[in-house]
């Protein structure tokens, strides 16, 4: 590397549907935080399984993303599925030792629920029935069953990516040192977004006296119809494919176009048997989330 001041020093790992995009907006608003245009480029991790030309960048390719840095003293990118690789803490940790980790956390019923929902709409996710999805979740784990279209196979391993957490977590703090690791529990950063924000930039050692626009972002949403989002998919794949060839930023005509063929809407209530199954299934999870991050998280453990 010929300049290490203009390559990542902190990384936000997972998980998704944690609030991670909305801590990626905000932060990059930072006048002294960098973040590419590009969220979820998912470098790191080399046991995850990419399909086709998806995440396959070269260090060169990857590199490229944070060009643009020019003095900001904070560089990141977040990209949620790090946090399922058992690979990643040490792979970032070889690449800058001097990195901080951001690690955002939700109750994991509600995690993979709103997980399922955004691959649902992305395309990732071909079965729409939640429960049938985690149903079929030992099929996928050996590839069968799953979408043409994705382009991370661990995407559909709602399950796992939960039963994964504490260990990989444990990871994270051994290979980077605790103070070096920051834990944000989703609901914390929903109910004051402001103090979670400022909190994070002074670990990061930016200046805490800017403050964002905090709107709400990533919201659930639904494609308008489901045929018009599967051909951007496969279009936006090979368009991808040529683009990375020639220009080394995003045109944006993907999110375009996605944006145009998208419905904001409230996502149904998960059935109240499933929950409760779910939280039984998760309760020892949670249990070891508590021990490690030394909080009560009894509320994640009833099935309200």
Not at 138 to 152: C, P
Not at 187 to 209: H, I, M, P, R, W
């Amino acid at each position: 590397m010929s300049d290490t001041r203009k390559y990542p020093n902190f990384f936000i790992v997972g998980a998704p549907r944690c609030g991670t995009t909305s801590m990626y907006e905000y932060l990059r608003e930072h006048p002294q935080i960098f973040m590419p245009n590009v969220k979820e480029p998912h470098y790191f991790g080399k046991d995850l399984t990419r399909i086709g030309n998806a995440y396959k960048w070269t260090e060169s390719e990857y590199l490229n993303l944070f060009k643009e840095v020019k003095n900001e003293i904070a560089i990141g990118e977040a990209s949620p599925h790090y946090l399922f690789s058992e690979l990643s803490a040490e792979e970032i940790y070889r690449f800058n030792p001097d990195s901080k980790i951001i690690i955002m956390l939700r109750n994991p019923v509600d995690m993979i629920y709103s997980l399922h929902s955004r691959y649902v709409f992305s395309g990732n996710e071909i079965e729409i029935d939640f429960e049938k999805a985690l149903d079929i979740e030992d099929n996928r784990i050996v590839g069968k069953r799953i979408s043409h279209n994705i382009d991370l196979a661990e995407k559909l391993l709602y399950k796992s990516y939960v039963k994964r957490l504490p260990l990989n977590i444990i990871k994270y703090i051994n290979i980077f040192g605790e103070n070096n690791v920051k834990i944000i529990i989703f609901e914390d950063f929903k109910n004051n977004v402001k103090l979670q924000y400022l909190e994070t930039l002074q670990f990061l050692g930016a200046d805490n006296s800017f403050v964002p626009n905090f709107d709400i972002k990533n919201m659930n949403k639904i494609p308008k119809n489901f045929r018009i989002r599967n051909s951007i998919r496969i279009f936006g794949q090979k368009m991808e494919s040529i683009r990375k060839s020639i220009f080394p930023k995003p045109f944006g005509i993907i999110r375009y176009l996605n944006s145009i063929n998208t419905k904001f809407t409230s996502r149904k209530q998960m059935n109240s048997d499933l929950r409760k199954r779910l939280t039984g299934e998760f309760e020892p999870i949670v249990k070891e989330l508590e021990i490690l991050l030394k909080r009560d998280l009894s509320e994640w453990r009833e099935a309200s």
